[in-house]
């Protein structure tokens, strides 16, 4: 579904990545692991059509998409929870969530108001409360949901539990579960690789932009050094 073909990019002269080979299925749940400065948002910024490819090709459900603009491959059922929540601060947090609504992925049973108010309770006695009003973990929820109520074909999440209180964290990571229960294919980033080991299927880790070892959960599992060699600090 998403498949990336030696994807080199720059900050103008600035290299950050070298020729990166990634690649989802449908229904698949894939993280991007590695330390920090590594490359991984800037991978997904890459796939986003936030910064522009250098070398290599992204394509996504069969068509090719660098080189498009972000609305473009959002439309193409793409979207993205950022780092640092970004939800509309000035919209109500029923109206953040209807004005991303759309069915991208044409799915037969959709994420609805309803469906998001049922994967996040919290948000529901909040629905008329002015988004920049909201803590920290609700905003996270909330740019969850809005992810969610575009029904994209593939949900991004880069570091979805960043800063986030243990309990808030939780709950994050059990709507991801539920997320993916559905279906749904999902690449992540996050630190905590023993959730990731536990929750998708397969595993990609980048090192000063380049791909230094992919494998399933089972893998990452077996061979402790994997950790420490690559993303221990
Ligand atoms: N806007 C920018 N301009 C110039 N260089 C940048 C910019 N954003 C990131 N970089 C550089 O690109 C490299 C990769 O950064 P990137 O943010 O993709 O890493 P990361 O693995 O996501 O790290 P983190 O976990 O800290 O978010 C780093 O060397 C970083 O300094």
Redesign the pocket.
């Known amino acids: 579904m998403l498949e990336l073909r030696q994807v080199g990019a720059a ?2 002269s ?1 290299h ?2 070298f020729g990166i080979d990634l690649s989802i299925c449908e229904g698949e749940v894939v993280t991007l692991m ?12 890459s796939i986003m059509g936030l910064l522009p490819l250098t070398q290599g090709e992204i394509r996504f459900a069969g068509d090719r998409i660098s080189g498009l603009p972000p609305h473009r491959i959002a439309r193409a059922g793409l979207a993205l929870v950022p ?1 640092g929540r970004q939800v509309f601060p000035n919209l109500t947090v029923e109206e953040n969530l209807i004005a991303t609504a759309a069915n991208r992925g044409g799915g037969t049973s959709p994420w609805t108001l309803k469906a998001v108010y049922d994967l996040f309770p919290a948000l529901a006695p909040l629905a008329r409360r002015g988004a920049g009003l909201l803590s920290g973990g609700e905003q996270q929820m909330l740019a969850v949901g809005r992810a969610l109520m575009t029904n994209p074909r593939l949900i991004i999440f ?2 979805a539990t960043e800063g986030l209180a243990p309990k808030i964290r939780a709950q994050i990571w059990a709507a991801l579960q539920k997320i993916r229960s559905h279906g749904q294919s999902v690449l992540v ?1 996050d ?1 905590n690789i023993r959730m990731l080991s536990r929750f998708a299927d397969r595993h990609v880790i ?1 090192e000063k ?1 380049r791909v230094v070892w992919s494998g399933t959960s089972g893998e990452l599992d077996a061979d402790e050094g994997i950790s420490t060699r690559f993303l221990s600090a």
Request: proline share 0%; no cysteine.
């Open positions: 900050y103008g600035s950050v990545l590695g330390r920090n400065g590594m490359g991984k948002t800037s991978t997904v910024n780092e880069d570091e980033i630190k980048l932009g």
